[in-house]
T-cell receptor, first 112, second 115 residues
Framework: EPEVTQTPSHQVTQMGQEVILRCVPI?????FYWYRQILGQKVEFLVS????????KSEIFDDQFSVERPDGSNFTLKIRSTKLEDSAMYFC??????????FGPGTRLTVT | KQEVTQIPAALSVPEGENLVLNCSFT??????LQWFRQDPGKGLTSLLL?????REQTSGRLNASLDKSSGRSTLYIAASQPGDSATYLC??????????????FGQGTTLQVKP
């Protein structure tokens, strides 16, 4: 069964450093998303991406964040200068024709 | 602004019991509602998707209902098993000018099924 994959599973970085989280959505899906979940809190929408551009972003998704689909398979989230409050689980998701949203296993980002 | 609430926050039941998890949302203008399962430290596994025009969906021991007008959904789990222990999340896809498919999540119900 096709699945969304994410790498790395865990990333530790120092405050102020840049990180890139990587995702491979399901191959025939066209809509891609990033969400985050701070420990003990709700899953929060960050950004949606369609046709090689951002279609919607939340208030959380400020200038420190960017997304890219560098090739036909990868979808990345970059945080330019990480802050302590960026520590969270980051989930990638994609949607196919059934409108069911499929999530990856997540990347745990720890900023020290 | 769409808000999703799940009650109870935690639930502990003996094995074999049937149970109901509740989800409510403030704005009935939704495309669909999706139930997920999340194991500790893991990703989200989709359980059921209910389109706004549907009343319920079933998968195995799971049955999800949707009452859009009252802003409520329930997830019914029959004959619970210890392996059902996890956090169950409800999420809605709101309608609106920016129909991008984003989901708005509830805070989840953490279920423990005791052997």
């Amino acid at each position: 069964e096709p699945e969304v994959t994410q790498t790395p599973s865990h990333q530790v970085t120092q405050m102020g450093q840049e990180v890139i989280l990587r995702c491979v959505p399901i191959s025939n899906h066209l809509y891609f998303y990033w969400y985050r979940q701070i420990l003990g809190q709700k899953v929060e929408f960050l950004v949606s991406f369609y046709n090689n551009e951002i279609s919607e972003k939340s208030e959380i998704f400020d200038d420190q964040f960017s997304v890219e689909r560098p090739d036909g398979s990868n979808f990345t989230l970059k945080i330019r200068s990480t802050k302590l409050e960026d520590s969270a689980m980051y989930f990638c998701a994609s949607i196919g024709g059934t409108y069911e949203q499929y999530f990856g296993p997540g990347t745990r980002l720890t900023v020290t | 602004k769409q808000e999703v609430t799940q009650i109870p926050a935690a639930l502990s039941v003996p094995e074999g019991e049937n149970l109901v998890l509740n989800c409510s949302f403030t704005d009935s203008a939704i495309y669909n509602l999706q139930w997920f399962r999340q194991d500790p430290g893991k990703g989200l596994t989709s359980l059921l998707l209910i389109q706004s025009s549907q009343r319920e969906q079933t998968s195995g021991r799971l049955n999800a209902s949707l009452d859009k007008s009252s802003g409520r959904s329930t997830l019914y789990i029959a004959a619970s098993q210890p392996g059902d222990s996890a956090t169950y999340l409800c999420a809605v896809r709101p309608r609106g000018s920016s129909n991008t498919g984003k989901l708005i999540f509830g805070q989840g119900t953490t279920l423990q099924v005791k052997p």
